[in-house]
């Protein structure tokens, strides 16, 4: 008689279990914009100055060719996620110091500064010779409070944005306008100062004009007639509120960009938190969602493949958990436009042969941007074999393909965008495609389109998602185990100490509600002052500052009890403490 493993029952029993008390949340429309800042109206001081550019590149087909090939040749190889650009180095660095209390109007080195409505503002323009798009990265930034940036092109509007877009490496990427140049425009409050480099840009392959430019030739076969205009409620009921959840993202990894799809999706509270699901693949760093610009209602105007609308993107992101395991990821935007829809989900599996849904942005072409929002259709298939290796095991992936009723295909852009059933409901999330002969091939029925299971990423998200999960627990303080409570109590500050014989605790003081002391030997010799700063108000982050008057190894562990968030930081044994200014440690509320 064969007798089942103890443990395979164990796990058929939890499987049950999660079937049986599977939770749920229902799709929300949000008729109000969420989180929409406003900023002053950009000085235009470049283009009041005439200012030439202050550094210029030649066209990218002359002197870096080869990196246009290698995007090329990444999407047409089906490389996940697809490439949308290529960084290039500006060839010296550009440093900016500008504004104090005698700050002066006029040229500034290959910028210029004026003083402007609200303070003192410093601009400067930079151009890639026949750029169709192009990003700056600015690093080493020391922005005060109150600092507005904004960036423009030759046509079209500026584009303002703030300090929380610096991630904790204190680098930006600004956002992107279309043409060959970018002004740049930073204005601090008078008798402030501010400081960064200019080294590098990226040269984005596409503009976002208003006409798709592909040859009708070209067009891959399984997208024909699947523009989401093209598609009516008869084949998915969810239709409106899927096209408006769906967003188009473009990130950088590195220095690397990239695009992808992801989905808003709704808490069951329904607090309207923009939460933002994608894929682990696409981004799985803060300083990657610090750069995302996400494009809402990017959608041709009619069937016909052509014109098309997208609304102004949607700059930065928090990231609150990501994981390989199920190809996971949840963001929070920082805002989100009128009239969306937060997706609803569940933890129920889907059962084989549940019809699955999706709207995503596929890079379907090697030389072509992204496609607006496209349909496609797959059926779930419980018994097709996992993906060569062992990769993508069930049951943390969802296996599905269009035979038997499926239509539409995915590439690479199409990562990370949710799988749905006809109610709108998530259950996972775009990994790609396996077991066929080229799994680039999104209009290849053979291939199996494998999907990130929402049922077992839940345990992950279900503290910002679940009304009944899990949460962090709350910061208790001991003060001889070298823990602290800061900020109303929302963070934990621990410090320990090493002076050659292991990790010891240190003993803590509560100086103030935001400031702690600590020392290990003698009360009278306090060795690390630690504060943290709610800086909510401008940059939507918590700093952490902390300065010693050691060289015994010291970590601090930093906790936030609301979400769970952790950061450490560490100064080597043997070593004179380094100062810590970490003005984007945690992100708000």
Known sequence: ????????????????????????????FVREAVGMKS??????????????????????????????????????????????????????????????????????????????????????????ENAKRIRLRLDDVDLPAGTTLWVYGTTGDARAFDTSLVDAGQSLWTPSVDGDTLHLEVEVPAGTSASFN???????????????????????????????ACVGAGEFSALTAAKGAVGQMEFTVGNTPYV???????????????YFLTANHCISTQASASSLETYFDFQFKGCQWGEYDYLPPVSGATLLTTSATTDVTLLRLPSIPANRYLLGWTTTPPANGTVLHRISHPVALAGVPAFPQMYSR???????????????????FIYSN???????????????????????????????????????AGCDRQCDTVDGAF??????????????????????????????????????????????????????????????????????????????????SFNQKFWVYAGGTTD?????????????????????RGTKFLTITDGAAFSCP
Request: hydrophobic share 35%; charged share 15%; net charge neutral.
């Open 1 to 28: 008689m064969f007798r089942k493993p103890a443990v395979l029952l164990s796990a058929v029993a939890m499987l049950v279990c999660s079937i049986a008390f599977g939770e749920e949340a229902k799709t929300h």
């Open 39 to 128: 900023y002053p109206a950009v000085p235009r001081i470049v283009e009041r100055m005439q200012l030439a550019p202050a550094m210029t590149l030649r066209p990218a087909t002359e002197a870096v060719p080869e990196a246009i090939e290698a995007v090329l040749q990444w999407n047409a190889e089906g490389r996940l996620p697809a490439k949308n650009g290529f960084s290039r180095s500006l060839g010296e660095t550009m440093a900016v110091s500008f504004g104090g209390v005698e700050a002066k109007s006029g040229l500034h080195g290959r910028g210029a500064v004026a003083a402007t409505a609200n303070g003192t503002t410093w601009g400067a323009s930079f151009r890639v």
């Open 198 to 228: 200019v080294r590098e840009v990226l040269e984005l392959l596409h503009s976002r004009s208003a006409k798709l430019p592909v040859d009708n030739d070209d067009e891959p076969t399984c997208l024909i007639d699947q523009a989401v």
């Open 260 to 274: 992808c799809s992801g989905t808003l999706i709704t808490d069951q509270q329904q607090s309207v938190t923009p």
């Open 378 to 396: 797959t059926i779930l298939k419980a018994t097709s074999p996992a993906c060569s290796g062992g990769s993508k095991p069930r049951p943390n």
């Open 402 to 440: 269009e035979s038997n009723g499926g239509e539409g295909g995915v590439y690479g852009g199409s990562s990370g965008s949710s799988i749905l059933l006809n109610d709108g409901s998530i259950v996972g999330q775009l990994w790609g495609s396996c077991n066929c002969a080229d799994a680039s």
């Open 455 to 536: 049922s077992q990423s839940f345990n992950l998200l279900k503290t910002y998602l679940s009304s009944t999960g899990s949460q962090p627990a709350p910061c208790v303080q001991n003060l001889t185990d070298g823990t602290v409570c800061l900020v109303n109590n929302r963070f934990k500050v621990r410090l320990t100490y090493d002076a050659g014989q292991g990790s010891r605790p240190m003993t803590a003081i509560k100086y103030t509600p935001d400031s702690g002391l600590f020392w290990f030997d003698n009360a009278n010799n306090i060795e690390v002052l630690l504060k943290m700063i709610n800086a909510c």
């Open 552 to 572: 015994v190894g010291v970590t601090i562990t930093v906790t936030d009890s609301q979400n769970g968030a952790v950061k450490t930081y560490n100064n080597v």
